[in-house]
């Protein structure tokens, strides 16, 4: 049997330094906790025991589960933003400056993070000309078969 003095003179195994890098289910439930709650990487990566932001984000390319529940912890955070815009319009002091400056920037945040529900959106319709409302006898002949060929197209594509 060993010496007690033979026992305590070996090298200690080195502790862990530093964030964690190694996923868990607990610390990814902590994450998705704390963006449901609304709080960004950068907050979350400031707290003691938690990662990286970039670890996080490695997480997400990794681990399939992760991601979903990440996409849904940050859409929820974009319902937030949108009850905070109208808690700040309606609630908050009468500081014009500042409470326009804080809804705008929210909303354009919005507008980027999910253009589908916030984004100001740009209808287009096109017209065709009728053939009656183009004069074809001030087109040239290479004018007349590029039209020729759009019209034959365009009828290809309305019977598909």
Avoid: C
Wanted: aromatic letters at 6%.
């Amino acid at each position: 049997m060993d010496s007690f003095d033979e026992l305590y003179d070996q090298p200690k195994p080195k502790s862990a330094v530093g964030r964690p890098t190694i996923y868990t289910d607990e610390l990814a439930d902590t994450i998705i906790g704390l963006l449901n709650d609304g709080k960004g990487l950068r907050f979350i990566s400031a707290q003691p025991g938690m990662p990286a932001i970039t670890t996080i984000i490695r997480w997400r390319a990794e681990h399939s589960q992760f991601k979903q529940l990440y996409a849904r912890a940050r859409e929820a955070q974009l319902e937030l933003m949108s009850e905070d815009i109208l808690d700040i319009s309606d609630n908050g002091p009468n500081e014009v400056g500042r409470d326009k400056l804080r809804v705008d920037s929210r909303k354009w945040l919005l507008s980027k993070l999910n253009r589908h529900v916030y984004g100001n959106t740009v209808k287009v319709e096109l017209e065709k000309p009728e053939v009656s409302d183009l004069d074809l006898t001030k087109f040239s002949a290479e004018q007349l078969d590029s039209y020729i060929s759009l019209q034959e197209i365009a009828k290809r594509d309305d019977a598909e």
